[in-house]
């Protein structure tokens, strides 16, 4: 499991879910609190979407976004079909599709705080 700031539950559960197509693995209610999990289909690692309200996670991901770096990287299988589906569906890239070297990157806003980036491996 790893985890990702955001900053709010659940926003972040329906982006991760109904947009990315992930799939939801534990949504816990702890009395004000959220433990949501999720994970992409026919896959074990889980991500965690932590609240990230703290003073310390305000500072890293205001730190990561204003230096323009995702907090985190999915490696898709056909990243220029990913990003048309993900666009139809109304989803900001601030770096459409491009290549670095051996692979084809591309990071989107995430919608509760993140950049998030792409990754296909070329050739």
């Known amino acids: 499991m ?3 700031y955001v900053d709010d539950e659940e926003r972040a559960h329906a982006f991760y879910t ?8 534990t949504r816990i209610d702890l009395g ?4 949501i999990t999720v994970g992409a289909p026919g896959q074990d690692v889980e991500l965690l979407l932590e609240p990230g309200d703290s003073p310390i996670a305000r500072q890293y ?6 230096a323009g770096l995702p907090c985190i990287v999915f490696g898709v299988d056909d ?6 589906r ?7 890239f601030p ?3 491009t290549e670095q070297g051996p692979i084809l990157t591309a990071v989107l806003d995430d919608t509760v ?6 990754a296909q491996p070329l050739g």
């Open 32 to 35: 004000g609190a959220l433990f």
């Open 86 to 92: 993900l666009r139809g569906l109304g989803v900001v």
């Open 79 to 84: 990243l220029r079909a990913e990003y048309e």
């Open 18 to 25: 109904d947009v990315l197509g992930f799939e939801t693995r």
């Open 95 to 97: 770096q459409e599709p």
């Open 113 to 118: 705080g993140n950049l998030v980036q792409l």
């Open 61 to 66: 991901t205001r730190g990561l976004r204003e």
């Open 2 to 4: 790893t985890s990702v």
